[in-house]
């Protein structure tokens, strides 16, 4: 079992900054992904940042040269940097995270996992 816990939401101005981080906890052998997505009511959930174990990064268009993600894999953590957040950056933000999990019995198995999401709410 897998749990994944983001936190760091909350209510900014426009050109303000938050940081979001996500744990992994667990059964985890290994994290091989972890990125940040975004939803609105108005929208399909989207990708806005993920990093490789290897450090590779992709990042959304509409984020690039604002927001920042680093990972810890010592805590199995991953932190997003949110700077000059303008009012479309409002969404409820959720960290997915792809790695191997530990199953007694059956060894080694491949996981997804989602957190709850946190809400990002940019507004004068």
């Known amino acids: 079992q897998v749990q994944i816990v983001e936190s760091g939401g909350g209510l900014v101005q426009p050109g303000g900054s938050l940081r979001l981080s996500c744990a992994a906890s667990?059964?985890?052998?290994?994290?091989?992904?972890m990125g940040w997505y975004r939803q609105t009511p108005m929208k399909q959930r989207e990708l806005v940042v993920h990093i490789t174990n290897s450090g590779s990064t992709n990042y959304a268009d509409s984020v690039k040269g604002r927001f920042t993600i680093s990972r810890d894999n010592a805590k199995n953590t991953v932190y997003l940097q949110m700077n000059s957040l303008k009012p479309e950056d409002t969404a409820v933000y959720y960290c997915?995270?792809?790695?191997?999990?530990?199953?007694?019995?059956?060894?080694?198995?491949?996981?997804?996992?989602w957190g709850q999401g946190t809400q990002v709410t940019v507004s004068s």
């Open positions: 997915n995270v792809k790695g191997g999990t530990v199953v007694p019995g059956r060894g080694v198995l491949d996981f997804g996992s």
């Open positions: 667990g059964s985890i052998s290994s994290i091989h992904y």
